[in-house]
């Protein structure tokens, strides 16, 4: 089992930025990926950046050269570095852990960008 828990959400103007964290716990060291997803009403949830286990870093087309994912190993954590935020990048953000075919979620925070 893996535990995951998102913080550093909030309310920010256009053009702000933003850092997420991830703090995971539990079985944690044969993780596949980790990653950051997002959720904006009306939509479905969608991949924002993953870090993948011997192949690297990938982001969402809408966030390329704005948000930077990176990993604490010592401290068991993730984060997603966002800048120049704009009002579509409002959403619940979700850190995301696979290992295997299973997935692992937190329960999400939530970040607003207003214009």
């Known amino acids: 089992q893996v535990q995951l828990v998102e913080s550093g959400g909030g309310l920010v103007q256009a053009g702000g930025s933003l850092r997420l964290s991830c703090v995971a716990s539990?079985?944690?060291?044969?993780?596949?990926?980790m990653a950051w997803y997002r959720q904006a009403p009306g939509h479905q949830r969608e991949m924002v950046a993953q870090?993948?286990?011997?192949?690297?870093?990938d982001y969402a087309d809408s966030v390329k050269g704005r948000f930077d994912i990176s990993r604490d190993h010592a401290k068991n954590t993730l984060f997603v570095q966002m800048n120049s935020l704009k009002r579509e990048d409002t959403a619940v953000y979700y850190c995301?852990?696979?290992?295997?075919?299973?997935?692992?979620w937190g329960e999400g925070t939530r970040v607003t960008v207003s214009s």
């Open positions: 995301n852990a696979r290992q295997d075919r299973v997935n692992y």
């Open positions: 870090i993948v286990r011997g192949l690297g870093i």
């Open positions: 539990g079985s944690i060291f044969s993780l596949n990926v």
